[in-house]
């Protein structure tokens, strides 16, 4: 097998290889440039966006946890005028996929902000964030109401234009199929799951909580099991193309998301093991399906196998 | 040769320092140099052994002690669980080291330069006195709270003027902060560096803001990446906005940053 042979095509979009980078793990792409070659990557999920500049949470924001970490950012953001300014000119000249997240309070802004970045050039598709806590409708309802869910997305795809909308879903809900049908319904192109499990952590020291925010966001390794179970649950629900992540570190992982029937994966908290870790990634994967002597990517996807 | 990487590099040599009630709590770790063009002081790196298992996560941030061609000295205090792990490392392990990172020191050759180290906080300073072109207008002050031993003090007090305060007591304090006071008072026409425990800086801050001092600091928020991604390590400047302290920082001027 060769690296040619890992292109996948979905959605409207087209890339070299199925490995992204996940929103809020790597900036707007160009802080990882130092490190390795972004076009080695298949595409790049941007930071979280908003139509304004967001502070974002009080420190402290992040704490390790036992193979996995919390984050209580809080979508800290130049806003969406400075991205496209000071970050797309450049980040649009790199030969990969490039998916601008957004973040927003409410349906019409969300439907605004996905018409300012589906009419820049740069921008390959969109990922809708409905899966942040701070937001006024419901607060961390919001994701995981399916009729708002689905109203987001509606609101998005009417200002879309020919961008493809990719909803980013929450696992913190009681059945992630039914929210997954409602972005569906909403005609999202796609889906991209899991966002963070709600966490927290606390020191018995000084009796405080580890982030300011009390709760946060638990990504990494700690995860992967709840993200694949997520993915198979909505994969064997909707017809839609899915993008699996959560707690991919290897190869191996990455393919068991494909295996499950994900299209393509998104790598996060593991560009904090080191920030040359995704580049390395297809090259990895392409070996591993050679092992398993695997002719092309798509032979592999979906291909679980439940004994009866 | 490269601005900054990230590469796998070998522990060259691992060298318990001084002796405290805890054993090995303080050590110089030093590694393969990369293909860097440069590092300044006040630069840091981030590294994290290569086979350390999922549960310590992130790489760890730490300043540039000293280096040469050949290698890069780290000076570690064992504090938490990442650097207890670190503490076990030999001779000729692997490590992930990204970097040099962040800003660096101002070096005003001519201009009469106080250094105040707080503890652990006297590693960057090794390398700015090593690199600094005349070494004869620094001025170290060093509080400390373990033995003197365990620190790389007597490397610089030989290269400079230096003095050091112990903090044995908790009554041993006021004397340091007044030292500190009338140091910055000294130097209020000349540059004031300051690396240390939160504290310390403050109370620096608060002198040179009283003295019109220019003075500046070297943050060591928890981070990530190192990299300027995650927004996990930031600080708020002096306008009150959130900015990531290892690309923009880790050194802001005292009167531009909250600590």
Redesign the interface.
């Given at each position: 097998m060769e690296a040619k042979d890992l292109q996948v095509s979905f959605a409207g979009l087209s890339m070299s290889n199925p490995v992204m980078t996940a929103s809020?793990?790597?900036?707007f792409g160009l802080?990882?440039a130092?490190?390795g070659d972004l076009s080695k990557l298949g595409g790049i999920v941007a930071?979280g966006l908003s139509l304004k500049p967001r502070?974002?949470n009080p420190?402290?924001?992040?704490a390790?946890t036992?193979?996995?970490?919390l984050?209580a950012?809080g979508i800290?953001n130049p806003g969406v005028e400075a991205f496209v300014k000071q970050a797309l000119p450049a980040l649009k000249r790199q030969d990969t996929a490039v998916v601008a997240n957004l973040y927003a309070c409410d349906p019409e802004e969300f439907g605004e902000l996905g018409g300012i970045l589906a009419a820049e050039e740069g921008v390959h598709a969109l990922e809708v964030n409905v899966s942040c806590p701070n937001v006024k409708e419901g607060g961390a309802a919001f994701g995981q109401d399916p009729i708002q869910i689905a109203r987001v997305t509606e609101s998005v795809k009417k200002r879309s234009g020919d961008t493809p909308v990719i909803v980013k879903l929450s696992p913190n809900v009681s059945d992630i199929a039914t929210c997954a049908r409602a972005a569906v319904d909403g005609g999202a192109d796609a889906l991209s799951l899991i966002n963070t499990l709600i966490g927290m952590s606390v020191d018995v020291r000084n009796r405080k909580p580890r982030l300011a925010n009390v709760v946060g966001g638990l990504s990494?390794?700690a995860i992967k099991p709840v993200a694949l179970r997520c993915v198979h649950q909505v994969c064997r629900a909707v017809g839609v193309p899915v993008i699996g992540i959560g707690g991919i570190?290897s190869a191996e992982d990455a393919l068991e998301f494909i295996m499950v029937g994900a299209h393509a994966v998104q790598v996060g908290?593991a560009?904090?093991?080191?920030?040359?870790f995704a580049f390395d990634l297809p090259e990895q994967m392409v070996a591993l399906l050679t092992e398993l002597g695997v002719e092309r990517l798509e032979d592999f996807r979906g291909s679980l196998e439940i004994p009866l | 040769m490269?601005?900054?990487?990230?590469r796998n590099v070998k522990v060259l040599d691992i060298t318990p320092v001084g002796q405290s009630p805890r054993p090995d709590e303080f050590f110089e770790l030093r590694l393969e140099r990369p293909d860097w063009d440069d590092w300044k002081p006040g630069q840091f790196v981030m590294i994290?052994p290569v086979d350390w298992p999922?549960?310590?996560?992130?790489?760890r941030p730490f300043s540039i002690c000293s280096g040469d061609a050949e290698s890069v000295t780290l000076f570690v205090q064992k504090i938490g669980r990442g650097t207890a792990r670190l503490s076990e490392l030999k001779k000729g392990d692997t490590v992930?080291m990204?970097g040099p990172l962040g800003n660096s020191f101002a070096v005003d050759a001519t201009r009469p330069t106080l250094m105040l180290a707080g503890g652990i906080g006297i590693a960057p300073f090794r390398g700015y006195v090593e690199q600094h072109p005349l070494p004869e207008n620094l001025k170290l002050f060093f509080a400390h709270r373990m033995a003197i031993g365990c620190y790389p003090y007597q490397r610089l007090s030989g290269a400079v003027d230096a003095e050091c305060m112990m903090e044995a007591r908790r009554e041993d304090l006021a004397a340091i902060i007044e030292r500190m006071g009338e140091l910055v008072d000294q130097y209020r026409d000349g540059l004031i560096l300051c690396c240390g425990p939160t504290p310390f800086m403050k109370t620096a801050q608060k002198f040179a803001l009283e003295a019109g001092a220019e003075l500046y600091v070297s943050l060591e928020?928890?981070m990530?990446?190192?990299?300027?991604?995650?927004?996990?390590?930031?600080?708020k400047d002096g306008k009150g906005?959130?900015t990531q302290v290892c690309?923009k920082g880790p050194i802001f001027r005292a009167d531009n940053v909250e600590l």
């Open positions: 809020g793990t790597f900036g802080e990882f130092p490190y930071k502070e974002g420190m402290p924001r992040i390790e036992p193979c996995g970490m984050n950012i800290q990494g390794p570190a908290t560009n904090f093991l080191r920030p040359d | 490269a601005l900054r990487n990230c994290r999922m549960d310590l996560l992130w790489g992930a990204w928020n928890r990530a990446c190192g990299v300027g991604a995650c927004l996990g390590c930031v600080c906005h959130h690309t």
